[in-house]
């Protein structure tokens, strides 16, 4: 029931605890299988640009924080808080690409898969999430490692210009020159950023003329030895070619045997002006010395974003049960990976794995300047438990927090996009440089200074 006097001028959907619907409302706003143990006392859903001011100004005047939601994509379902209000911005998915500027601008909503189309028709690219469904809001405002990013930095860093709406209710334009401190933290500040973002404005890049993709699967004994070899070719690559390393089940179509072993597959995807190119960007991987051992291989061939969404569709389908967590390392891959291979034997479910992509974020540094995202290490690592249904929660949660206790040694810090927050109370000052947590911290206590905008999600 809407009462006029206290949600004022918003438009959209409000839904306090307690109501019919609630709780279907409520575990909507997270994708992942496994829902918070948390519950806002009010969820917003926008339904406009406008109604994100008018709901910052109903918080206010409730004396409720405010967690704000995209797509729900969070692994660790971090815009869900109790005593506090969820705002969603699920509804505002518009976006409008001028091709002859060579800019889009956005709402949070959009999704990767949703914008990669509506460019790949104007002969544009952007590097976008390597998960379709997630949505554009979450992912750059925690700096983005998606497709390409190897070449074009990431994504934040191809933003331009952000609208967003601040703990007074006010909308800002934040760009270099204009309210330029938040628009630093916009980029890269992730799920601790204080205000309300409503629009993205993107710097857009030449579509690649072709795509094309090369894999090798080999048994998970030999991670090592893959590592080292992985490690060498990827000094030869270009920055157009994205190489990445994962620890899984074999796929079906890798092998008849029966159980499906545990495998370390190699997979490099190459982004060139046609397909001559890039076929000749994967050349290197052609002269692995020990193929005939592979349990799969697939030569070099041409594929779109579409198929590569419809891969990653197939890693993450909904309604499963996901926890991860992510780290940065100076380490070697195969000192690193051998750690995760061991964990990997032990996991409780088939459908876990590691991700360890090789410079995902770019190796140049001028990439990276200038914003509060920051690459904490040369080498990547993302454990992520997949399971079932409730009864595998604590024995796949305990799993990936073994596996990364087996690999913190090795740690320099983590992303904070895709850590578990959840697991410890230093993850979010270890996701970033200590001169840009101080900075952080320090335009948080202006921009918010009654705390209105939560702060990271702390166990």
């Given at each position: 029931m809407r009462d006029q006097r206290q949600t004022g001028a918003v438009e959209g959907t409000i839904v306090r605890?307690?109501?019919?619907?609630?709780?279907?409302?409520?575990?909507?706003?997270?994708?992942?299988?496994?829902?918070?143990?948390?519950?806002?006392?009010?969820?917003?859903?926008?339904?406009?640009?406008?109604?994100?001011?008018?709901?910052?100004?109903?918080?206010?005047?409730?004396?409720?924080?405010?967690?704000?939601?995209?797509?729900?994509?969070?692994?660790?379902?971090?815009?869900?808080?109790?005593?506090?209000m969820l705002l969603d911005l699920s509804a505002l998915r518009r976006h409008a690409i001028d091709p002859g500027a060579a800019t889009a601008h956005v709402q949070p909503a959009v999704t990767g898969r949703a914008l990669a189309q509506a460019l790949a028709e104007a002969g544009l690219a952007f590097p976008v999430a390597h998960c379709g469904t997630v949505a554009v809001g979450g992912y750059l405002l925690g700096g983005g490692l998606?497709?390409?990013?190897?070449?074009?930095?990431?994504?934040?860093?191809?933003?331009?210009?952000?609208?967003?709406?601040?703990?007074?209710?006010?909308?800002?334009?934040?760009?270099?020159?204009?309210?330029?401190?938040?628009?630093?933290?916009?980029?890269?500040?992730?799920?601790?950023?204080?205000?309300?973002?409503?629009?993205?404005?993107?710097?857009?890049?030449?579509?690649?003329?072709?795509?094309?993709?090369?894999?090798?699967?080999?048994?998970?004994?030999?991670?090592?030895?893959?590592?080292?070899?992985?490690?060498?070719?990827?000094?030869?690559?270009?920055?157009?070619?994205?190489?990445?390393?994962?620890?899984?089940?074999?796929?079906?179509?890798?092998?008849?045997?029966?159980?499906?072993?545990?495998?370390?597959?190699?997979?490099?995807?190459?982004?060139?002006?046609?397909?001559?190119?890039?076929?000749?960007?994967?050349?290197?991987?052609?002269?692995?010395?020990?193929?005939?051992?592979?349990?799969?291989?697939r030569e070099p061939r041409e594929t779109s974003f579409a198929d590569l969404y419809e891969t990653a569709d197939g890693l993450w389908p909904p309604r499963l049960r996901y926890a991860a967590d992510t780290l940065w390392s100076d380490a070697e891959p195969a000192a690193l990976l051998s750690r995760l291979g061991d964990a990997m034997r032990e996991a409780p479910s088939d459908r876990s794995l590691v991700l360890a992509p090789f410079a995902p974020a770019s190796h140049d540094g001028d990439l990276l300047r200038d914003m509060a995202f920051s690459v904490l290490g040369e080498t990547y690592a993302v454990p992520c438990a997949v399971w079932d249904d409730t009864s595998g929660d604590e024995a796949n949660i305990r799993w990936l927090r073994d596996a990364m206790a087996s690999v913190e040694p090795l740690g320099t810090g983590h992303y904070i996009a895709e850590a578990d927050l959840t697991a410890d109370p230093a993850r979010p000052e270890r996701s970033f440089r200590a001169n840009d947590w101080e900075r952080l911290q320090s335009l948080r206590a202006r921009h918010d200074p009654d705390g209105l905008f939560h702060g990271y999600l702390a166990p």
């Open positions: 605890r307690g109501d019919d619907g609630y709780e279907a409302l409520r575990t909507a706003m997270v994708w992942n299988g496994r829902k918070p143990d948390r519950f806002p006392e009010l969820i917003v859903r926008a339904a406009s640009e406008r109604d994100v001011s008018a709901a910052v100004r109903l918080a206010r005047s409730l004396g409720l924080r405010i967690a704000v939601r995209s797509a729900g994509h969070s692994w660790c379902g971090s815009p869900v808080r109790s005593d506090s998606g497709w390409n990013s190897g070449a074009l930095g990431p994504a934040c860093r191809s933003v331009e210009e952000i609208e967003a709406v601040t703990a007074d209710g006010e909308t800002v334009r934040c760009n270099e020159r204009e309210n330029a401190d938040l628009f630093w933290a916009a980029r890269g500040a992730g799920p601790g950023f204080f205000a309300a973002v409503t629009g993205f404005r993107l710097r857009l890049h030449p579509a690649p003329g072709a795509i094309a993709t090369t894999t090798y699967a080999f048994p998970l004994a030999d991670v090592e030895a893959v590592c080292q070899w992985a490690t060498e070719i990827s000094h030869e690559l270009e920055p157009t070619v994205e190489l990445a390393l994962t620890l899984a089940t074999a796929a079906p179509f890798m092998t008849d045997a029966t159980p499906r072993p545990k495998v370390v597959t190699v997979a490099a995807t190459a982004f060139a002006a046609d397909l001559e190119h890039a076929a000749d960007a994967l050349r290197p991987l052609g002269h692995c010395p020990f193929a005939d051992g592979a349990v799969h291989h």
